[in-house]
Nanobody, 123 residues
């Protein structure tokens, strides 16, 4: 079965850090660009960050620039999202998906959404 599984979320205080993992099951990530998305209650799903499969280039939404870092380890078939200096506004459920890398990568995802992983930033 082809699937992406998110993990690593949890409860953290403002200013804290978390590392999310997106692990591929049933296929190899080497040839796929991967995007991280998040969705808070009452809000639409938002594109957070994306990494290109071909050259490893990355992009971030303005609200997380300088705080989040996306990376990949093809040997482990996993993409990571390192989140530092977390803010309450980062509270959301985080998902990953295969995407077409480009200006509108966040509108060019494919596959089915999984369960995601919950990130809660609170004192």
């Amino acid at each position: 079965q082809v699937q992406l599984v998110e993990s690593g979320g949890g409860l953290v205080q403002p200013g804290g850090s978390l590392r999310l993992s997106c692990a591929a099951s049933g296929f190899t990530l080497d040839y796929y660009s991967i995007g991280w998305f998040r969705q808070a209650p009452g809000k639409e799903r938002e594109g957070v960050s994306c990494i290109n499969y071909s050259d490893g280039s990355t992009t971030y939404t303005d609200s997380v620039k300088g705080r989040f870092t996306i990376s990949r380890d093809n040997a482990k078939n996993t993409v990571y999202l390192q989140m530092n200096s977390l803010k309450p506004e980062d509270t959301a459920r985080y998902y990953c998906a295969t995407v077409v890398y480009g200006t509108y990568w966040y509108d060019n995802y494919f596959g089915s959404w999984g369960q995601g992983t919950q990130v809660t930033v609170s004192s």
